[in-house]
């Protein structure tokens, strides 16, 4: 059996991204099922996690992968969580759940 390990999906620039990340956890867990996948989304894409956004499709996300919005990110872009998408989750602050994650061992891809 394969060890489980979190890969982390950063999606920094576009909204659009943020969709394009969702396809590529679900190409990613076809693969390895076992692995934990984490998209944090920050910065300018952060209002692709929005309700005013295209919605997502995060019912296809694969099972215990989350979708967590920078609450720095929000701030800046003047995001409440109730402007946010039924599903995402946030992290105070993207720069240190990416780094906590690196330095317990994940994989990290930027979109």
Do not use: W
């Given at each position: 059996?394969?060890e489980?390990?979190?890969v982390?999906?950063?999606?920094?620039?576009?909204?659009?991204?943020?969709?394009r990340?969702?396809?590529?956890?679900r190409?990613?867990?076809?693969?390895?099922?076992?692995?934990?996948?984490?998209?944090?989304?920050?910065?300018?894409?952060?209002?692709?996690?929005?309700?005013?956004?295209d919605?997502?499709?995060?019912?296809?996300?694969?099972?215990?992968?989350a979708i967590?919005?920078c609450?720095g990110?929000m701030?800046?872009?003047e995001?409440?969580?109730?402007?946010?998408?039924?599903?995402?989750?946030?992290?105070a602050?993207?720069?240190?759940?990416l780094?906590?994650a690196?330095?317990?061992?994940?994989a990290?891809?930027?979109?």
């Amino acid at each position: 059996m394969a060890e489980s390990r979190t890969v982390v999906i950063h999606v920094t620039a576009d909204p659009a991204d943020v969709a394009r990340s969702i396809n590529s956890a679900r190409i990613l867990h076809k693969g390895r099922p076992e692995h934990r996948i984490r998209i944090i989304v920050n910065g300018p894409a952060i209002t692709g996690v929005t309700r005013g956004a295209d919605a997502l499709a995060i019912d296809s996300l694969p099972e215990g992968a989350a979708i967590e919005a920078c609450e720095g990110g929000m701030r800046a872009h003047e995001i409440t969580e109730d402007d946010l998408q039924p599903g995402i989750r946030t992290v105070a602050a993207a720069i240190v759940a990416l780094t906590d994650a690196q330095f317990e061992g994940a994989a990290y891809i930027r979109l």
